[in-house]
């Protein structure tokens, strides 16, 4: 009885917390918060606004939106609130701007908290942050954007010259970009913070560091763009603002949560067989808790964006109420940054070798061995007898392909890789026909790249393959195995002729390659089956494929024409999908989508208090 009644009590409070009490806090200024400014602007030589410390995220909010610098509001030094001197001495306007503005008064500015704690990293998550914080500027005059960091010894300018030079994102209008530094909570969200429970743990910390976001600042949008569920409880619950997720990997993924070991130890508690290993229990109930967080989280979004069809495919299979409450899930993909290496001048007429690029990593999951098993086949059915590519006819440009592996060795591990490869090479006798290039430059890479005609990529299941958007954006035609991202995002696939962008090939090693759909005769001929959704395809091996394209189908498929043909083909789908114009123009429509949710929330889920600030 009792025991109901207090948890019947925790509920209320906590919903007394999260409707009122907190965004009370989080968006209402405090009585007379006006006057708190003329007297700034009254006193000669102070600029800091007095006793603002617990409601600062809203009084800080005003001052952003009515500032004609809203970046001063940053809070690199301090988390004192401060007039800028020009407001200050233009205390007119910016008194005037400082007034409550209606829900649908086109004036209204609107503040995207861009929350993405490593802002200052320069990986291709944060080239998407960037990207997007460009095109949200751009979009629209009023747009603000607060970028959420814990990178706390990069100061403003530091980090937005690293965008300017790391990802040449440059004529940003960095006085709409507002730096809000997280100085308690940063650390929790680090896996190596959390030994044990390290998913549960970041949930918390994630969770925890967007409470202290929100306290410093709060925004009309919330923009995750590095994959911090828990963030869109306080954004979803508290503020009741729009969501938007760009996911570049789902946290969890359903084999993680393997359902025949859940159905065993359903079956033993059934038949009270034995207790069996408690600690399995515990982690399935550890792994199922999250797994339906996780969803719930997920449904909290209004528009989720996938990076490309891996993550597009599992995170609709795990965030399954989304579709039924009407939110979008889409893929988006990244800005892949490769402009500058389209150059039409280096297509096909630059006059190319007869050369096989491999830009990869000395990692066994990329297949290198695989590539050297296939050659050597291919060189011994159709040219027993040869032993260096001299010993065959056909001149530079045509005759037979030869192979260069370049790719960096970081590790022990990748220097294994490369040794054992090095040896395969010797006892294949393919030393004459195989090269290495190992921790070249880029300027090197480029030059290979202008210089090969074709370039390869072997690994199974690649979730994208940047190495494959280098090669195209260059004019290199792909020869790639045809899985996940390099054959559904990249190349893609196509029957038609007219629309070759590359070659596909299969292997019978591919781990999902299944014997019973095989025909015998077309393996025979060198030609897989592969069940993709449910249609059967025919895929060449590599040895089959290189046979074709260089000696049987030689005029059909690998003629000069033919492969500039191809090339152009790849910059084109390159430029429609993964420049950085075309995520500026999809962002933007989606943009329009945010900014009619964001007045209907603060109409329907707002109190009437709430809903003009
Ligand atoms: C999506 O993000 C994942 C994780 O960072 C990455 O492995 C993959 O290459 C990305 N896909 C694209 C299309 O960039
Ligand atoms: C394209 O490549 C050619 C030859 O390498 C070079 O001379 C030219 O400057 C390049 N153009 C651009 C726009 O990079
Ligand atoms: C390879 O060499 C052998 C012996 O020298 C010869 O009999 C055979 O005809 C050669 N094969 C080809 C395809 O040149
Ligand atoms: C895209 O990148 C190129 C080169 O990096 C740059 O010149 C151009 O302004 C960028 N466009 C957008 C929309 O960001």
Not at 474 to 494: E, F
Request: charged fraction near 25%; proline fraction near 4%; include cysteine.
């Amino acid at each position: 009885m009792w025991l109901i009644l207090s948890v019947l009590l925790a509920i209320y409070f906590l919903r007394q917390l999260v409707n009122n009490v907190l965004p009370h806090f989080f968006l209402v200024p405090p009585q007379r918060w006006q006057d708190k400014f003329l007297k700034v602007i009254s006193h000669q030589l102070s600029i800091y606004v007095p006793g603002s410390t617990l409601k600062r995220s809203s009084l800080r909010r005003r001052l952003i939106l009515a500032s004609s610098q809203p970046s001063f509001h940053t809070n690199f030094i301090n988390n004192k609130l401060k007039l800028t001197p020009e407001d200050k001495s233009d205390s007119h306007e910016f008194m005037a701007e400082t007034r409550k503005r209606d829900v649908d008064d086109p004036q209204r500015k609107l503040l995207f908290g861009f929350f993405h704690p490593y802002a200052n990293n320069g990986g291709g998550g944060e080239r998407v942050l960037w990207q997007a914080v460009k095109a949200t500027l751009s979009a629209n005059k009023r747009n603000i954007c607060v970028i959420y960091t814990t990178n706390l010894d990069s100061e403003p300018l530091q980090i937005i010259n690293k965008v300017k030079n790391k990802f040449q994102i440059d004529q940003l209008d960095s006085s709409r970009i507002v730096f809000i530094y997280l100085r308690k909570f940063g650390y929790l969200i680090d896996a190596s913070y959390w030994k044990h429970f390290t998913i549960l743990g970041q949930f918390l910390g994630t969770f925890l560091l967007s409470i202290e976001a929100c306290f410093e600042v709060s925004p009309d949008v919330w923009v995750d763009t590095m994959g911090l569920p828990s963030s869109y409880l306080i954004a979803g619950k508290v503020l009741k603002i729009p969501i938007v997720a760009y996911v570049h990997y789902p946290i969890l993924q359903t084999d993680m949560f393997n359902k025949l070991k859940y159905k065993s130890i359903v079956r033993d508690i059934v038949k009270i067989r034995s207790i069996g290993d408690f600690s399995s229990y515990v982690k399935l109930i550890y792994w199922s808790a999250l797994y339906y967080i996780y969803i719930y989280l997920g449904s909290l979004v209004d528009i989720t964006l996938t990076n490309g069809t891996w993550t597009y495919r599992h995170l609709s299979q795990i965030w399954i109420m989304n579709k039924g409450l009407g939110n979008i899930l889409e893929i988006l993909y990244p800005p892949c940054g490769t402009e500058f290496l389209t150059n039409s001048s280096t297509l096909l007429e630059s006059k190319r070798e007869n050369k096989l690029l491999y830009l990869a990593q000395f990692r066994p999951e990329k297949r290198h061995s695989l590539i050297l098993k296939e050659y050597r086949r291919f060189l011994s059915k159709n040219y027993p007898n040869i032993t260096t590519p001299n010993d065959f006819g056909g001149g530079s440009g045509g005759g037979l392909p030869t192979i260069v592996f370049a790719g960096s060795c970081r590790t022990k591990d990748d220097t294994a890789t490369l040794e054992s490869l090095r040896s395969q090479v010797d006892q294949l006798k393919l030393n004459e026909f195989v090269e290495f290039e190992i921790d070249i430059s880029y300027a090197r890479v480029v030059q290979l790249l202008s210089s090969c005609k074709f370039g390869l990529n072997a690994m199974w299941n690649e979730h994208f393959g940047i190495g494959v958007v280098e090669y195209m954006a260059r004019g290199c035609i792909p020869i790639v195995h045809a899985s996940a991202g390099p054959y559904l995002d990249i190349v893609t696939s196509s029957d038609d002729a007219d629309e070759q962008r590359g070659f596909f090939f299969k292997s019978i090693d591919d781990p999902d390659f299944d014997p019973s759909i095989q025909d015998e005769i077309e393996i025979e001929n060198g030609e897989l089956i592969f069940d993709i959704q449910g249609s059967h395809k025919l895929f060449p091996t590599l040895e089959h494929l290189l046979t074709e394209m260089f000696i049987t189908k030689r005029d059909l498929l690998t003629s000069d024409a033919k492969l500039s043909a191809i090339a152009k083909r790849g910059q084109k789908i390159l430029d429609d999908k993964f420049s950085n114009k075309t995520f500026e123009k999809e962002w933007i429509k989606y943009l329009e989508i945010v900014d009619s949710l964001e007045k209907k929330y603060r109409n329907e889920k707002r109190d009437k208090l709430e809903r003009v600030y």
